[in-house]
């Protein structure tokens, strides 16, 4: 399968502070890409849909300036967490799809995750 | 009530032993896919479907469009499957059920 790799695997930051998270398709091209957060023992939620080239389509509640999203390449796309505090200390987890994968229009691959904590 | 629905909640088995978890969801859908976290978090993608069944080693994933029902099922369980499988559905968007923490103990 395809491989997804995120950086970083975990990070934490002081109240304030800007996180960047990256995440990359290795060995194929994503036009899109998709963005998740996941408190602990909790599902996945869905946070914004990113469109290589163009702007990134949240979910309902996310705050758009709050989680900057930019999809600037086919292989990568960056989640910001401006201002950061203890509340958004969560696991973020990004997924690309592969439009090669035969009639898997609808396949993800997803990254590793990356876990932050703001004190 | 969520769009997709998982159960078990947790489930605990012998090695050994055929696991069975189901998902069901309320809405039309394009695709299903089954996913499993490891204890780390990583997630990896089992299978996608949109039809019938599918198989790769010891695990096989069913699907009914009719029902709107799936099932995983996990053949000879090894601790090693001790993990959270999320069923997801694709929408517009993809719909997560709330996973299955499974334990397989030797």
């Known amino acids: 399968g395809a491989v997804v790799s995120q950086h970083p695997s975990r990070v934490i930051c002081k109240s304030g502070t800007s996180v960047k998270i990256e995440c990359r398709s290795l060995d194929f091209q994503a036009t899109t890409m998709f963005w998740y957060r996941q408190f602990p023992k909790k599902s996945l939620m869905l946070m914004a849909t990113s469109n290589e080239g163009s702007k990134a389509t949240y979910e309902q509640g996310v705050e758009k300036d709050k989680f900057l999203i930019n999809h600037a390449s086919l292989t990568l796309s960056t989640l910001t967490v401006t201002s950061a505090h203890p509340e958004d200390s969560s696991f973020y987890i990004c997924s690309a799809r592969d439009p090669g994968q035969g009639f898997s229009y609808n396949e993800q691959f997803f990254g590793p995750g990356t876990r932050l904590t703001v004190l | ?106």
């Open chain 2, 1 to 106: 009530k969520n769009e997709v629905e998982q159960s078990p909640q947790n489930l605990t088995a012998q090695e050994g032993e055929f696991i069975t978890i189901n998902c069901s969801y309320s809405v039309g859908i394009s695709a299903l896919h089954w996913l499993q976290q490891h204890p780390g978090g990583g997630i990896v993608s089992l299978f996608m479907l949109s039809s019938g069944k599918k198989k790769h080693g010891r695990l096989i994933a069913t699907i009914n469009i009719q029902e709107k029902h799936s099932s995983l099922h996990i053949t000879a369980s090894h601790p090693r499957d001790s993990a959270v499988y999320i069923c997801a559905v694709r929408i517009n968007d993809m719909r997560f059920g709330a996973g299955t923490r499974l334990t397989v103990k030797p």
